[in-house]
């Protein structure tokens, strides 16, 4: 079993940056897909970014792509979202999910943490 926690979100102006944290417990963590999610109210959950193997491989969806990174520490069990030139359309709530494909499709991330919100202005 996973558990997933999120940290770092908030309010931030347009052009702001903002880097989210999911620290990670569970024994089997090192063989699992870290992916990066959103959800605006009344929208689609949406797909942002996925890793493995400590960063080595990434997947980004292409309406971030250039302006969100994300890495990975396995020392610290923690994934990260650095998010750039934020908009007020990234508004939403980000959750992080651990799963076995490296993917942004939400379908093979059976373990998700509680979300975090991030408000830009």
């Known amino acids: 079993h996973v558990q997933l926690v999120e940290s770092g979100g908030g309010s931030v102006q347009a052009g702001g940056s903002l880097r989210l944290s999911c620290a990670s417990s569970g024994s089997i963590y090192g063989n699992l897909c870290m992916g990066w999610f959103r959800q605006a109210p009344g929208k689609e959950r949406e797909g942002l970014a996925a890793t493995v193997s400590g960063g080595v491989s990434t997947v980004y969806a292409v309406s971030v792509k250039g302006r969100f990174t994300i890495s990975q520490d396995n020392a610290k069990k923690t994934v990260y979202l650095q998010m750039t030139s934020l908009k007020p359309e990234d508004t939403a709530t980000y959750y992080c999910?651990?799963?076995?494909?490296?993917?942004?499709?939400?379908?093979?991330?059976?373990?998700w943490g509680q979300g975090t919100q991030v408000t830009v202005s």
């Open positions: 999910a651990a799963g076995l494909r490296l993917t942004v499709d939400a379908d093979y991330y059976p373990y």
